[in-house]
């Protein structure tokens, strides 16, 4: 009992002991929303938030109509009503994918912290779930009518099973997600490298555009999926070639070339622009149009979306008896999605400069998962097309994704019964232009093969694992395959150094006799560079850039840097006995000894550049010393190095005399220096 009353004290002692600002930092950190929202400038903010919104909400409704609407006849059966068994990349109604540009929009808002990335319907957790949705409830040998309605909605029971199953795959794939935000596994992404992410994406987005073949060329035929399901496709094209609609491959041929040529357009002069021109919109608008009057549905036999309900759902429950037949389709959903978002929030928060917590992007996508489910939402994800429109149209935070929210909710409730006589095949045109940017991830091959041949290869192989299983497997792959190469390649490595090296401070006089000081310091770097240690790498490096001049933070830093397995850096003089206090005309250069980096892969360069630039933002002159002629050709490769000076040096002492420092006294602190892996 003695032992019960004091772990309940305990407890109460700690209950007691929260503070209100304890309470607020936590609200805070969990719902970035109550941070930006305050300080939010309706002045500056609000007519670039609301333009960005208006364009994304136009993409929102004619991607997500492309990317869940396009119809599908099962088993080349005919159907006999349009609005019975439409099928999209995730084979469910299209009305769904516009629930879907809505719900998680919105709790995303709250939760997430990517300012510029807009969540929504993705290709890529369609195509996942499509899976399930398929081996569950197969439309093979059935024959749906109007007279089989479900009283919600307006659509018929085998479509409620069909989003019931796709929201089972939403739910728990947001469980897995919100399970692995409080198990911190957010902080493991560093396992997830950019060739391994480049390669998946980009084989998944080869499946999408191979799943809209058929409508392209206006073919009826089976759903395709499983082991090498992908060269099944193409196969049976070719055996059917025959029954390839004229009328559907010449309208997808038009439709493609007015898309990237207005999209090139756009582009090309978006400078001069402040909107671009919508041609999703107009094509949709111009394509509905003709195909209604000219009645395309029964001339030429062309396949249109067909009734649109309108409104929002009551929440349902998922389909929770079917949770244990969908793990393997809702992990690939929370680990593709996840991937794929957080790459676009990292990407928006390095451009924007602010940061990103990868482990509350796990909160925030698994919510945005769970809650959309109960109104019959798919798999959501941020997508590299809208968040490129973002960056494009200048928003400036997630206002511009809720003024779309409201833009797409007016479509639900008004605009959407009249896409009934959009034609399938320009809705399988622009989702075929629409993934022209991962398609061209290609081109990422040379770079590969310049910096790091085995990065290549990792590239090669985790395509083609996505392209004979699935998105889900090519990412276990690459991960697996990369640890593995890292393990092999580490013994290699030389993770032993002993040195003695010398941080020098020089002081001189200028003209107006008002005293600067310019100061050297030098890092030794004694590990290798790769994507398991780089962001560790960046972040020590930083610690000791921002350090002050005073005694005491500078030998606490020391400290510090002594217990980093990666840096081997010094105190300055003020740590022997001298205190040196710099003036706002201080100008700093960074030697980088890198005769201890004994190899490094895409990711080690990549950072090393951004260093590079981070410190050129700072003023400071970085010097590489002792580079191997491999490391000085992966950076000269990988990025633009503007610079009017030499930046590569033989030796740290030839760096030091190029810096041309006028030596009026030097001070120098000499330690000894262990960096062990």
Request: hydrophobic share 45%; glycine share 6%; with cysteine.
């Amino acid at each position: 009992m003695a032992g019960a009353e004091r772990r309940r004290s305990t407890v109460w002692g700690k209950i007691r002991a929260v503070r209100c600002e304890d309470v607020k930092e936590w609200c805070v950190r969990r719902l970035p929303i109550l941070e930006w929202v305050p300080i939010y400038d309706w002045k500056e903010n609000l007519v670039p938030d609301a333009v960005s919104g208006m364009m994304l909400a136009i993409q929102q409704v004619t991607q997500d109509e492309q990317t869940r609407g396009a119809g599908y006849l099962a088993s080349g059966q005919s159907q006999p009503t349009p609005g019975l068994a439409f099928a999209a990349l995730s084979s469910v109604h299209p009305v769904f994918g516009l629930y879907g540009s809505f719900f998680p929009v919105i709790i995303y808002a709250i939760f997430g912290m990517g300012r510029h990335v807009a969540t929504g319907t993705f290709a890529l957790t369609s195509l996942i779930s499509a899976n399930a949705v398929e081996r569950l409830v197969p439309s093979t040998g059935t024959n749906f009518t109007a007279n089989n309605n479900s009283g919600v909605l307006g659509l018929s029971e085998f479509e409620m099973q069909r989003i019931g199953v796709a929201a089972a795959v939403s739910f728990l794939g947001g469980i897995i997600q919100v399970a692995m935000f409080m198990l911190h596994l957010g902080h493991a992404t560093f396992l997830l490298t950019e060739p391994v992410i480049s390669a998946m994406t980009t084989g998944a987005a080869t499946h999408v555009v191979t799943s809209q073949v058929k409508y392209l060329l206006g073919m009826k035929m089976p759903y395709i999926s499983g082991p090498l399901g992908f060269f099944h496709i193409y196969a049976y094209i070719f055996e059917n070639i025959r029954s390839v609609q004229l009328e559907a491959l010449l309208l997808s041929l038009l439709s493609v070339v007015v898309l990237v040529l207005v999209k090139e357009l756009n582009e090309k002069f978006q400078r001069n622009i402040k909107i671009v021109l919508p041609i999703d919109l107009v094509l949709i608008i111009a394509t509905s149009t003709a195909c209604c009057y000219a009645d395309m549905e029964y001339v030429y036999g062309l396949e249109v979306v067909g009734h649109i309900p309108q409104g929002l759902p009551p929440p349902k429950l998922p389909a929770m008896n079917v949770l244990s037949e969908v793990v393997t389709e809702a992990f690939g959903v929370a680990l593709v999605g996840y991937v794929a978002s957080l790459a676009l929030a990292q990407s928006s928060a390095k451009r924007f400069k602010y940061t990103v917590d990868d482990n509350q992007e796990f909160l925030a996508h698994g919510l945005s998962n769970v809650i959309p489910s109960f109104f019959f939402c798919i798999p959501s994800a941020a997508a590299m097309g809208r968040t490129a429109l973002l960056y494009s149209t200048g928003a400036r935070t997630q206002v511009a994704c809720l003024i779309s929210c409201a833009l797409v909710l007016v479509v639900i409730y008004t605009i959407g019964a009249m896409l009934y006589w959009l034609p399938m095949c320009v809705l399988a045109s622009i989702i075929v232009v629409g993934l022209k940017g991962m398609l061209m991830q290609f081109r990422d091959l040379k770079k590969y093969w310049n910096v790091d041949k085995i990065d290549w290869s990792i590239w090669v192989t985790t395509y083609m694992f996505t392209i004979c299983f699935a998105a889900n497997v090519g990412l276990l792959y690459g991960v697996v395959c990369t640890i593995v190469i890292v393990i092999f390649r580490f013994p290699r490595a030389k993770t032993l150094n002993l040195k003695n090296m010398k941080e020098v401070e020089y002081k001189y006089k200028t003209e107006e006799n008002c005293e600067s000081l310019k100061q050297v310091k030098i890092v030794t770097v004694s590990n290798p560079l790769v994507f398991l240690n780089a962001r560790k790498f960046h972040a020590d490096l930083m610690k000791i850039i921002q350090k002050d001049g005073t005694s005491s933070q500078a030998c606490e830093d020391v400290n510090k840097c002594e217990q980093n397995t990666l840096l081997c850096s010094f105190s300055n003089g003020s740590c022997h006995g001298e205190s040196l206090q710099p003036c706002q005309s201080e100008q700093r250069v960074l030697i980088l000894d890198c005769s201890g980096l004994n190899f490094f892969d895409y990711t080690g360069v990549s950072m090393l550049l951004q260093i590079y630039m981070d410190c050129k933002n700072r003023h400071i002159e970085v010097l590489l010393a002792c580079c191997k002629a491999s490391l000085i050709k992966a950076m000269q490769y990988g990025g633009n190095l503007e610079s009017e000076n030499p930046i590569f040096f033989e030796s740290v002492s030839s760096a030091i005399d190029a810096s041309q420092i006028p030596r009026v006294r030097l001070t120098a602190g000499v330690g000894e220096v262990l960096g062990a892996h």
